[in-house]
């Protein structure tokens, strides 16, 4: 079992910065891929970003401004996010999956967090 928290959404302004934080629990949580997605208002739920021991991937639409992180230490995985643009609006989910035949689809993952809203003003 995992539980995860997510942390760090709020209001910024087109072209600010934002870091979101995702906390887990148990112990073996450097198994695990951490992904990222997000959910806008009347659209389906969607890949950002993942990490899988020391490799990432990412959505075309955020590469070059998010950066996703882990910290085995901390049970810990970010996501940077700069640049921000009013189309990153959405709902921010933190998620987790010990393998996954898909990276990008949702359904693969095991665990979700709660999530946390990002907004971003233009």
């Known amino acids: 079992q995992l539980q995860l928290v997510e942390s760090g959404g709020g209001l910024v302004q087109a072209g600010g910065s934002l870091r979101l934080s995702c906390a887990a629990s148990?112990?073996?949580?450097?198994?695990?891929?951490m992904a990222w997605f997000r959910q806008a208002p009347g659209k389906e739920r969607e890949f950002v970003a993942a990490t899988r021991w020391s490799s990432t991937n990412y959505a075309d639409s955020v590469k070059g401004r998010f950066t996703i992180s882990r910290d085995n230490a901390k049970n810990t995985v970010y996501l940077q996010m700069n640049s921000l643009k009013p189309e990153d609006t959405a709902v921010y989910y933190c998620?987790?999956?010990?393998?996954?035949?898909?990276?990008?689809?949702?359904?693969?993952?095991?665990?979700w967090g709660q999530g946390t809203q990002v907004t971003v003003s233009s």
């Open positions: 998620a987790a999956a010990t393998d996954v035949k898909v990276l990008t689809a949702p359904d693969e993952y095991d665990y």
């Open positions: 148990g112990r073996t949580f450097s198994r695990y891929i």
